[in-house]
């Protein structure tokens, strides 16, 4: 391999964290605009599963209000 990254794959290009995740979320979010899972992944970059996991658990939380398909931070 000849290089630091794992034989997985897993490296510099590997998944982002969770964490990271979440706030790439929730920055989108604190538009104050209600947006579907698919509207939060194309304007992160991120994966829609994974945008779709993540809504699913701020939702169980509280950080977040599902309405009609999409998710809007609680003020």
Do not use: C, H, W
């Amino acid at each position: 391999m000849g290089s630091s990254e794992s034989a997985n794959g897993n490296g510099a290009s590997g998944r982002t964290a969770s964490g990271a995740t979440k706030s790439a979320v929730l920055a989108v979010l604190a538009s104050g605009d209600a947006m579907t899972a698919g509207e939060v992944a194309n304007a992160t970059g991120l994966g829609r599963a994974s945008v779709s996991t993540t809504l699913s658990k701020l939702s169980k939380t509280g950080e977040v209000t599902k309405a009609a398909r999409r998710y809007q931070i609680n003020r």
